[in-house]
T-cell receptor
Framework: AQSVTQPDIHITVSEGASLELRCNYS??????LFWYVQSPGQGLQLLLK??????LVQGIKGFEAEFKRSQSSFNLRKPSVHWSDAAEYFC???????????FGTGTQLKVEL | DAGVIQSPRHEVTEMGQEVTLRCKLI?????LFWYRQTMMRGLELLIY????????DSGMPEDRFSAKMPNASFSTLKIQPSEPRDSAVYFC??????????????FGPGTRLTVL
């Protein structure tokens, strides 16, 4: 069965600093990978997704993620964090065409001003 | 587009009562997903539909839970009878093409259910 691990439950960064959120997946075939963001009291919003092709994927709000098959990882990065990026971030792996998603437990990002 | 609409946004009920959560899909979408989010278990897929047909309900916790799509744009998730352990935030999400592609899922704002 597919699974997703987000090893960091909480991360705190200073505004303007760079950010990397870790995600490791387990899936037998070529994975469909997603990053979603959840602001307090809101539903999840897609940041970016990877299905094939270029392993560096650009998303909304200045985020990017890199797929590394050898490491079974799909880490999310942002070069300069803004206070409005404070939220919870979820990595997910899809099956069956990418429509059934298994989510990680999430990483709560706090941004210090 | 108004996005996925869920109602109510908050529901407080007593143990044993019936609870009905509602979801309106984005117009033109044909797949619907119900998720439950708790601190202990994170975000879990309960059931998903494609073209009004339930495709996978393996995540539905037990017979107390049921979900329907009476038409292409609307779904309900019912819990009868409710129990305190059902307290959670319930999300629905829709996607445009369902199983055929690699669609983005669009989430509603969620319903926060508290069962006393």
């Amino acid at each position: 069965a597919q699974s997703v691990t987000q090893p960091d439950i909480h991360i705190t960064v200073s505004e303007g600093a760079s950010l990397e959120l870790r995600c490791n997946y387990s899936y037998g075939a070529t994975p469909y990978l997603f990053w979603y963001v959840q602001s307090p009291g809101q539903g999840l919003q897609l940041l970016l997704k990877y299905f094939s092709g270029d392993t560096l994927v650009q998303g909304i709000k200045g985020f990017e993620a890199e797929f590394k098959r050898s490491q079974s990882s799909f880490n999310l990065r942002k070069p300069s964090v803004h206070w409005s990026d404070a939220a919870e971030y979820f990595c997910a792996v899809g099956e069956g065409g990418g429509n059934k998603l298994t989510f990680g437990t999430g990483t709560q990002l706090k941004v210090e001003l | 587009d108004a996005g996925v609409i869920q109602s109510p946004r908050h529901e407080v009920t007593e143990m044993g009562q019936e609870v009905t959560l509602r979801c309106k899909l984005i117009s033109g979408h044909n797949s619907l997903f119900w998720y439950r989010q708790t601190m202990m278990r994170g975000l879990e897929l309960l059931i998903y539909f494609n073209n009004n047909v339930p495709i996978d309900d393996s995540g539905m916790p037990e017979d107390r839970f049921s979900a329907k799509m009476p038409n292409a744009s609307f779904s309900t998730l019912k819990i009868q009878p409710s129990e305190p352990r059902d307290s959670a935030v319930y999300f629905c999400a829709s996607s445009p093409r369902g199983l055929a592609g690699t669609d983005t899922q669009y989430f509603g704002p969620g319903t926060r259910l508290t069962v006393l």
